[in-house]
């Protein structure tokens, strides 16, 4: 079975600061990645994608993760967040061989202070 | 991307009672549709893939006769929770599957259920 975690459960953070959250995954065969984002009161939206490729991966808002296989890890970097930014983020997962069955991890909320 | 809409939004029943939810693709046709649940604080769990004319594919631990899945046509699909309790309370998302050969999901805004 495959398996998301993510390490933190919540982040506080002001403005301007980075931002890191990790993501490993535990499946050894080919995957595909994703960064999910849910701000308050809305649906989730996709943030960034990996299938293959440059494993530095940019997405919307100045997102960007990167995969490294050998960590099995993806995880979620913007080097200036905003107060906008406040939101839960998402990692999945799935696996060409499971269906296209995406596991998400826990969630890591994430508070930015004016 | 695609549109995905659900209705209703928000829904309070009675115990007992038996809600539907629909899911619905605005702007193509959606041959896989997936249903999530969301507790509070909690991911997102897998519930079921509906997969247009049969049967929709459960997950372990899922009771397939307590949520019912149609996937009638290639932009709606149903969920139905049948004689729901308290413990039925929950926030349900769908999802559809991109277009064939790409392996992206795009939800729904979701359903929060609450059962007295």
């Known amino acids: 079975a495959q398996s998301v975690s993510q390490h933190n459960h919540h982040v506080i953070l002001s403005e301007a600061a980075s931002l890191e959250l990790g993501c490993n995954y535990s499946y050894g065969g080919t995957v595909n990645l994703f960064w999910y984002v849910q701000y308050p009161g809305q649906h989730l939206q996709l943030l960034l994608k990996?299938?293959?490729?440059?494993?530095l991966v940019k997405g919307i808002k100045g997102f960007e993760a990167e995969f490294i296989k050998s960590k099995f890890s993806f995880n979620l970097r913007k080097p200036s967040v905003q107060w906008s930014d406040t939101a839960e983020y998402f990692c999945?997962?799935?696996?060409?061989?499971?269906?296209?069955?995406?596991?998400f991890g826990g969630g890591t909320r994430v508070l930015v202070k004016p | 991307g695609a549109v995905v809409s659900q209705h209703p939004s928000w829904v309070i029943c009675k115990s007992g009672t038996s809600v539907k939810i629909e899911c619905r693709s605005l702007d193509f046709q959606a041959t896989t549709m997936f249903w999530y649940r969301q507790f509070p604080k909690q991911s997102l769990m897998l519930m079921a893939t509906s997969n247009e004319g049969s049967k929709a594919t459960y997950e372990q631990g899922v009771e397939k006769d307590k949520f019912l899945i149609n996937h009638a046509s290639l932009t709606l699909s149903t969920l139905t929770v049948t004689s729901a309790h308290p413990e039925d309370s929950s926030f349900y998302i769908c999802?559809?599957?991109?277009?064939?050969?790409?392996?992206?999901?795009?939800f729904g805004p979701g359903t929060r259920l609450t059962v007295l």
């Open positions: 999802s559809l599957k991109g277009l064939a050969g790409i392996d992206e999901q795009f």
């Open positions: 990996y299938f293959s490729g440059d494993p």
């Open positions: 999945a997962v799935n696996a060409r061989a499971a269906g296209n069955k995406l596991t």
